[in-house]
């Protein structure tokens, strides 16, 4: 890891709160290592900030290992910025130039309203996640034993691939129409895909989309662009599987 | 010093929790939606206990300062969750989850806790599935396992390397569910900031809304602390950024005891440091030991050239090769325990062999060559190739890694811009993991009535080493099957309390308290950053509360924090204002309790004069540099009693630990 | 619910999408089948066959089933898209300021809304160059035929040859297949006589019973031949409208083919990929043998 030090301007969109109008504000930040990762690089620059007595940039972020999805930003016009298969917390400063001047928005969405500078509130996820993403099962403990249903495993890997979700919202970020049917869809897939989240498969499917488009999340129009900024590559298959789930529950469902 | 009451039930170990369910009182499901819960803390512990205490019919209030309860840091748990299912058919059993557990735990950890862990956590998995949560399966459709350091079975159950994830999923979605209900209002972007005590008993907490800035007042009939572990007082470590023990820690200022704050596990694989403006360490699942070799050149200018760049890893002959823990414990491999792996990684280093160029020389190799190919080789087989070559034998290995640890892989190669199929992976122990936290009963229940605490905050399995993949069994165990009884059995006695008012004077003083620090710092007008602070705390903590611990180091880093806690007080610089989104704010509050924890635990592991799991003193070891116990002397849990922010002051008090049906004996793994 | 869900929910609006494009793919078919008869065939067989393909696809009764249906899925496919392009624009209020789309996804499939407007534009003058002109004012000839003969007027006393002069013959095809004599005229001294009479534009009537005795064909190949012929004056530029508006047609396809699959939920790791081929080959080969008609009658006529 031979590392490097590099200089970059920063245009960073700045908010006060969600009502307040915002903009794009202009940053120099010297010295940054190729090896630093993006959000390391944003800490150095609130460093920088706070020492000049200026307000630090404020963004959401936790886990920093490209799991928890905290992690947001629409960097040079791409979620999670230019590298694929990440979070922003996962994109290293090795991916830009010396002299590069890199852009840094919020999520842009109606249902995911700014809460400051690049923060968004993404609770529309957890909405939609409460109107049927789940099994309606009590958690006793008392079901029957794990291994009393054989699931072929192609049915589970499928599944567990539709459920690596990290529910980051880089899909409505990308989106050209602000839709979220990939987060739905690989939802609705995961629990369809098992037995034991077919039962309650019609409901959930319709129930949560009830909810997406009470949220005010755009329509897919398939332009592919979420399951390329995915950073855990969740397939647009799954949102075929929830169209066909969909339709089903629309059509049988009195 | 006074002797603590862990209030285990009577009777042999298998039938305690048994019995203790049959006379614990309840609540008749006609008077739960007149009690109040608050639960703070959205991880496996938390999440799991908000589910079922809101589907018994509690009215329960969630908190979190996460965005979504989803978010929680158990989320990043990769390798597994352990159960005693024995469907391998490898001779498992409850008894030897049990015993794997007590002695992983160097023997520091309460037998009745244990057992009760052990013996629900195969309902644990029957639980997950009936989730939906999709563990990894065989091709006939069941449950796959694999092994974890510290033991001889499989047991662990997975999902790729994301089995965290997966089940707070499982967890956030049966939490979901309450919320859609209506049984469970979740208050998320929510931070606690304090405990409200009436009468000696938790009655609900002071909350701060992080997004407008609003203290909030909510009452509660019993509250649960489910908020972590608090690795990040090292700065550097494997926990989220957020991670904090800031709501343990005002529990411990309102009078629960401490227990155990030394006991830190140091993950043995994980990147190793790369720069100064590095903000955390990533873990390499432990499962990768199952696959991986660890191992440093043979002689020190092998390894002086690989740090200078003129060799590599692959160059290394196979008898040039050190691999040490095959060497020192033949019989566990690099399936030791953490604890044993990351000192083993240390001394190597310490002694010079070590393969990072970073400051410090630290790192050695994680190699999957042998792996790759000996997989290679069986699945050239199951494709019906008796005669592989060398080349399809590689390509097949490097298959067979890639379902199996396919992210962990990519996750390496996207830190460190290096090809881990290629070359060996380069790893350092790192924070982890903390097995102390506040003292709580067999019930779970906190010296404060009424104040349950859970998963990690508590201390109470894991001993003085937790095993991989039982942080997942623990966090679940206790909030799906054990605190809906014990949390019950409290509340009967509730039942006619009737709402708690918000207007008392414990309410107005608890706040007012809140908005005076908050004033505190923002008018401070230091010229330091909190991370200034925090950075400086992990590097004491690091070097002198690490991975060796001595009596001079641990006095000196007693004096340094002290100092830096006054320094911090004085000089610390707060931008922005109280009622508004402030990560600053956050942050502050939050060092200001890391501050005062890092100090009680240098205290903690200096009083502690023996080498026992995490807690390992320089001055007790043997002649091998294996751990020295002291069971004689130091077989207890020391909790701590908070007497004012200067933790020198803290009160020790010991709950002595018997052990009635494990014979007691020196860890070994050779 | 499920009546209300049909018609409200987002993804409902999708298949509607996806079933009203796939059956106009269908339409496009039939329609070039048609049209390929312009260039495939020629002189007055070509004609004829074209003419009486017109016919029957204006008369057959599942063909008009068909085509009621086929201008009932235009306009929900083009209400339901600008539904669709309505709220998608609602759902991202602010721009980004900078957005780098090329990366993740096709120029095709982000511009389905322009694509189908400009297409909703060709159709507009498409059908009134020759839908309305066929089905609304009937302002298209019938087809017919002029023959001229030799009609005798005597006999060469001298000689015994018969003396004949050239009249053209006029002739209208019916329907039932045969040449009907219409008129006949005197090109030397420009009298003509009528057989029959038109009447309702199509129908023919006996002079004096006034009774329908058959029908004739609307010579729309003519009609198309003229459009785009070099001896008009706006041919080239009709040409050129036509060849772009294919290229149109083609990108809205390379997206909405295999797209109108994966709204109906049929994406299956086995059948996608052909789909996405099918897909491909249906918006290159169709369109561009939609364009090379009118750019052959250019170049023969």
Same mark, same amino acid.
């Given at each position: ?5 590099i200089n970059i301007t920063l245009k960073i969109w700045r908010q006060k709160n969600s009502k307040a109008k915002g903009a794009l504000e202009t940053y120099t930040l010297n010295d ?11 800490? =150095?620059?609130?460093? =920088?900030?706070?020492?000049?007595? =200026? ?12 799991? #928890? ?95 690596? #979700?990290?529910? #980051?919202?880089? #899909? ?71 169209n066909r789930e969909f339709l089903k529950g629309a059509l049988t469902k009195a | 010093m006074s002797k603590l009451n862990s209030r285990i039930p009577e009777g042999p170990i298998a ?142 159950? +997975? ?12 967890? +956030? ?268 009963? +067999? ?225 070994? +793994?050779? | ?301």
């Amino acid at each position: 890891m031979a590392s490097k030090f590099i200089n970059i301007t920063l245009k960073i969109w700045r908010q006060k709160n969600s009502k307040a109008k915002g903009a794009l504000e202009t940053y120099t930040l010297n010295d940054v290592s190729t090896d630093s990762s993006f959000l390391e690089m944003l800490d =150095q620059l609130n460093e =920088q900030l706070i020492n000049e007595k =200026q307000s630090p940039i404020a963004f959401d972020h936790d886990c920093r290992e490209g799991i #928890c999805g905290m992690c947001s930003l629409y960097i040079n016009g791409r979620a999670h910025g230019p590298d694929t298969g990440i979070t922003t917390c996962q994109l290293h400063m090795r991916m830009f130039k010396d002299g590069d001047t890199i852009y840094v928005e919020p999520w842009r969405s109606r249902a995911f309203p700014i809460i400051k500078d690049l923060m968004v509130d993404r609770s529309a996820f957890d909405r939609i996640q409460q109107a049927g993403g789940f099994v309606s099962v009590n958690t006793s403990g008392r079901t029957m034993d794990a291994n009393a249903i054989p699931i072929p495993k192609a049915d589970a890997d499928k599944a567990f691939e539709a459920a690596a #979700c990290i529910g #980051c919202g880089a #899909c409505v970020a990308s989106c050209k129409n602000g839709s979220a049917m990939l987060f739905v869809g690989a939802k609705v897939s995961q629990y369809a895909l098992l037995p034991q989240g077919k039962v309650e498969a019609t409901d959930r499917v319709l129930n949560m989309v009830r909810q997406m488009d009470e949220e005010g999340f755009g329509n897919c129009t398939n332009t592919g662009a979420c399951e390329i900024e995915c950073p855990k590559g969740i397939s647009i298959e799954n949102i075929a599987r929830m169209n066909r789930e969909f339709l089903k529950g629309a059509l049988t469902k009195a | 010093m006074s002797k603590l009451n862990s209030r285990i039930p009577e009777g042999p170990i298998a039938e305690k929790w048994t019995n203790h369910k049959n006379h614990m009182k309840l609540v008749a499901p006609n008077n739960r939606p007149k009690i109040d819960v608050i639960v703070v803390g959205t991880g496996l512990a938390g999440a799991s206990a908000a589910a079922s205490l809101g589907e018994m019919g509690y009215n329960v209030k969630a908190f979190c300062f996460q965005d979504s309860p989803r978010r929680a840091h158990s989320i990043a748990a990769q390798g597994g969750i352990n159960a005693a299912k024995n469907y391998q058919n490898d001779g498992d059993s409850v008894y030897r989850l049990f015993y794997d557990t007590i002695k992983g735990g160097d023997y520091r950890a309460r037998e009745a806790n244990v057992h009760r862990l052990a013996e629900v956590s195969g309902n644990i998995i029957d639980q997950c599935v009936a989730q939906g949560v999709p563990f990894a399966r065989e091709y006939g459709g069941l449950l796959d396992n694999r092994s974890f350091g510290g033991t001889q079975v499989q047991r662990t159950f +997975y999902a790729a390397g994301q089995t965290g994830q997966q089940l707070l999923l499982g967890a +956030y979605s049966a939490l979901s569910r309450q919320i859609g209900l209506g049984r469970v209002k979740m208050y998320h972007r929510h931070e606690m900031m304090d405990l409200v005590k009436i009468d000696g008993k938790a009655r609900g907490i002071i909350a701060r809304n992080l997004v407008t800035g609003e203290l909030e007042r909510h009452s509660a009939h019993a509250v649960v602390i489910a908020s972590g572990g608090y690795g990040n007082v090292y700065f550097l470590s494997t926990n989220a950024m957020g991670s904090n023990v800031s709501a343990a820690w005002k529990v411990h200022k309102r009078g629960a005891l401490f227990a155990n704050p030394c006991y830190v596990q140091i993950h043995p694989t994980c990147v190793p440091v790369h720069g100064t403006n590095q903000s955390k360490l990533t873990l390499m699942s432990e499962s990768l030991r199952n696959s991986g070799r660890i191992w440093v050149p043979k002689k020190k200018e092998d390894a002086e050239a690989i740090r200078a760049g003129k060799l590599k890893p692959t160059q290394i002959a196979e008898e040039d090769r050190d691999y040490y823990l095959e060497r020192r414990y033949p019989a566990f491999g690099n399936l030791v325990p953490r604890d044993v792996a990351s000192r083993a990684a240390k001394e190597r280093c310490d002694a010079g062999y070590g393969i990072e160029a970073n400051d410090t020389n630290e790192g050695v190799y994680l190699d999957f060559a042998s792996e790759i190919k000996s997989k290679g080789k069986q699945a050239a087989y199951a494709l019906g190739d008796h005669d592989p070559s060398e080349e399809r034998m590689i390509e097949l290995g490097k298959k067979w890694i890639e379902e199996k640890y396919g992210n962990l892989f990519q996750m390496y190669q996207k830190i460190t811009d290096e090809n881990p199929y290629e070359t060996p992976m380069k790893i350092y122990p790192a924070v982890h993991y903390t097995m102390g936290g506040v003292w709580v009963d +067999y019930n779970l229940q906190s010296t404060i009535e009424g104040c349950f605490v859970t998963g990690e905050a508590n201390f109470s399995d894991h001993g003085a080493n937790r095993l991989g993949a039982s942080a997942l069994m623990q966090g679940l165990a206790d909030g799906y099957f054990v605190l809906p009884y014990t949390v019950s059995d409290y509340l009967a006695n509730e039942i006619r309390t009737g709402k708690i008012a918000t207007d008392s004077p414990e309410f107005d003083a608890a706040e007012n308290e809140v908005k005076e620090t908050i004033d505190r710092f923002l008018n401070n007008n230091g010229s330091k950053s909190v991370d200034h602070f925090h950075k400086r705390l992990g590097l004491i903590m690091w070097n002198k509360v690490g991975m060796g611990r001595s009596e001079q180091g641990l006095k000196q880093a007693i004096e340094e924090i002290g100092l830096l806690r006054e320094e911090f007080y004085k000089d610390v610089y707060v931008p922005g204002s109280s009622d508004e989104m402030n990560p600053e704010l956050e942050k502050v509050m939050r060092v200001a309790d890391l501050i005062e924890l890092g100090q009680l635990m240098a205290v903690d592991a200096l009083h502690r004069e023996e080498s026992c799991g995490g807690h390992f003193r320089e001055e007790h070891q043997d002649s091998e540099g294996e751990t020295l116990r002291d069971d004689e002397n130091f077989k207890y849990v020391g909790a701590w009693e908070y007497n004012g922010s200067d933790s020198k002051q803290s009160t020790l008090h010991k709950e002595d630990l018997n052990y009635e049906f494990i014979k007691i004996a020196a860890r070994n +793994y050779k | 619910m499920s009546n209300s869900v049909l018609f409200k929910s987002s993804i409902a609006k999708k298949y509607f999408m996806a079933l009203t494009g796939l059956f106009l793919c269908t339409f496009l078919v039939g329609h070039l089948l048609g049209n390929l008869q312009l260039i495939f065939k020629t002189g007055e067989e070509g004609r004829r066959a074209f003419n009486e393909y017109a016919y029957f696809m204006g008369h057959n009764l599942f063909i008009k089933v068909l085509s009621y249906t086929t201008y009932i899925a235009l306009i929900v496919h083009a209400v339901d898209g600008i539904m669709l392009t309505i709220q998608n624009k609602k759902a991202r209020p602010v721009k980004y300021a900078y957005n780098n789309p090329k990366a993740n996804s096709g120029t095709a499939s982000r511009n389905m809304a322009i694509l189908g407007t400009l297409i909703l534009v060709f159709l507009a003058t498409h059908m009134a160059n020759f839908w309305w002109k066929a089905k609304i004012t009937e302002e298209i000839p019938l087809h017919s035929l002029v023959k001229t003969v030799d009609y005798p007027v005597g006999q060469n006393p001298a000689t015994g040859e018969m003396i004949t002069k050239p009249i053209e013959v006029t002739h209208y095809l019916n329907t039932n297949g045969t040449y009907q004599q219409f008129k006949v005229k005197d090109p030397s001294t420009g009298q003509e006589q009528k057989l029959f009479e038109i009447k309702n534009k199509h129908e023919f009537y006996d002079l004096t019973s006034h009774v329908k005795i058959g029908d004739g064909y609307k010579d729309l190949h003519t009609v198309v031949m003229t459009f785009f012929s070099k001896e008009n004056s706006s041919a080239l530029f009709g040409v050129i409208f036509y060849v772009i508006s294919m290229l149109v047609l083609g990108y809205h396809l390379w997206h909405g083919f295999a797209s109108a699959f994966q709204s109906l939920g049929l994406n299956h790791p086995l059948y996608m990929p052909i789909i996405k081929k099918v897909g491909m080959a249906f918006s290159i080969v169709v369109p561009f043998l939609f364009a090379i008609i009118p750019v052959i009658i250019y170049m023969n006529h």
